[in-house]
């Protein structure tokens, strides 16, 4: 019998290194002089200088260079596609395999929260400025960490009731643990910036009323709109956008009614996600069906792999037809047709999952920003990584201050 991954919603994947482990890895470092693996970072986390401190046992200056250069070290660590950032820079993959530089840094991360340690630090000296940060995901946190470091005062406004935006409600648990993400949030909100939950900024008209109490405002509301394609059942009970689907089990600790039999349509990274929360919170049987080959799937190989790993086929250059609905309006089957028209296949499902792309919310979709509104993240760059919203909010944060001055 072929061995099948299992694990409960929300446990652990892989283990964390431990003190043995984390030295062994770090010791197999080159230390390269111009340390390629950093400049493969688009937050500029700095990998190379990191895995040095490892070497030495300076955990503590690991942390700091980390938490320095990326607020969120923890959930980076957790999620960045290391294979196709600082790891594929990596010059040990010319000689047997990249250092583990995403396991590396969790270990950092995780030192820097045992030891209590509090690393960045507002500015004593307050600029007498206010900036308003819309939604809470990592650009928002990103901007705001870095201009409340500059000494203004950040208040960040969050639809939800909890902060992270795309990483509290948008990625399984089993790869981004809530505690890592509260962690990284915590040394946010240390900082002195301000939450406030439950408030949604209407669009434009919410912008233009935050400007007459704020001196510039920061819009980093991502996609939180999934795309349903326009085909016959879209509308039956049953069928979901990934981003529906993923922050209705993570609301619910994974105690959602799914089914046995679940489709997941599309090949990304968020694909993978929902298929392996499917399995875990229960489907007897999930499938992911993708329009394309495997060799074009955006996935990251990993997460590819890993799903494999617990027994979920990948059905590749098929495309969603038709939703078929019982009686009761309730999903019970769906039909596929093949890249070339040549084939037709029909599968049973009780849910529905549609991970294939997100959009801007209506009331953010083509708006025209006013002066002193700097937008970046996920609704500019149309979804990449958390790394590079990260980055991004970074650099609006530089504009930001400049604008202020």
Known sequence: MSYVEKIKYGEKAEKDYDIRTAMEEATRCLLCEDAPCSKGCPAGTNPGKFIRSIRLRNFKGAAETIRENNILGGCCSLVCPYGNLCEKECARCGIDEPIKIGKLQKFAIDHEKESGMQILKA???????????????????????????????????????????????????????????????????????????????????????????????????????????????????????????????????????????VLIIGGGDVAMDCASTSKQVGAKNVAIVYRRTIEEAPSYYEEIRYVQSMGIPIHTRFAPEEILADSNGNVEKMLFKSWDNVSEMTMKADTVVFAIGQKPSEDYKDVEYPKGVFVNGDIVNGGLTVVQAVADGKQSAEEILNYLA
Do not use: M
Request: net charge negative; charged share 30%.
């Open 123 to 261: 500015s004593e000296k307050k600029l007498g400025k206010k900036v308003a940060c819309i939604g809470s995901g990592p650009a928002s946190l990103a901007c705001a960490a870095k201009l409340a470091q500059e000494g203004v005062d950040v208040t960040i406004f969050e639809q939800f009731e909890k902060a992270g935006g795309v990483l509290t409600y948008g990625i399984t648990p089993s790869r981004l643990p809530q505690e890592v993400i509260e962690h990284d949030i915590d040394q946010v909100r240390n900082l002195g910036v301000e939450f406030k939950f439950n408030t949604r900024i209407e669009g434009k008209e919410g912008i233009e009323n935050l400007l007459k109490e704020y001196d510039a405002v920061f819009v980093g509301v991502g996609l939180w709109s999934g795309s349903i394609p326009d085909i016959k059942g879209k509308d039956s009970k049953g069928v979901y956008s990934a981003q529906e689907f993923l922050k209705k089990a993570r609301e619910n600790n994974g105690d959602i009614e799914i089914g046995e039999d």
